[in-house]
């Protein structure tokens, strides 16, 4: 079965970086496209960054844009989330999500059936 363990999240200043990672496991990691979300408390899960099967496309939410940085390393089944420039606003919970079909573009936010159980990220001073 599939299954996703994100990881690397904490307490961190603003103005700091975090890197954060998704390890997949029960599939061929590389056919599929992956995908982080988060959620603040009392707000809905909103889209942050997506990277299709191949690695070669990547696509971002604009309130993150420039700032965060979504990338894989196939070898490791793993894909991460480097984010950088860290804002308060940035406070939530970071899932890490996959398509439930192979071969997935990275622009199918709404196709990311599969689902971690989420790192909380806590941006404060």
């Known amino acids: 079965q599939v299954r996703l363990v994100e990881s690397g999240g904490g307490l961190v200043q603003p103005g700091g970086s975090l890197r954060l990672s998704c390890a997949a496991s029960?599939?061929?990691?590389?056919?599929?496209?992956m995908g982080w979300f988060r959620q603040a408390p009392g707000k809905e899960r909103e889209f942050v960054a997506t990277?299709?099967?191949?690695?070669?496309?990547?696509y971002y939410a604009d309130s993150v844009k420039g700032r965060f940085t979504i990338f894989r390393d196939n070898a490791k089944n793993t894909v991460y989330l480097q984010m950088n420039s860290l804002k308060p606003e940035d406070t939530a919970t970071y899932y890490c999500a996959t398509t439930r079909a192979p071969y997935g573009s990275a622009y199918d936010t709404n196709g990311m059936d599969y689902w971690g159980k989420g790192t909380l990220v806590t941006v404060s001073s």
């Open positions: 990277i299709n099967w191949s690695g070669g496309i990547t």
């Open positions: 029960g599939r061929t990691f590389s056919l599929y496209a």
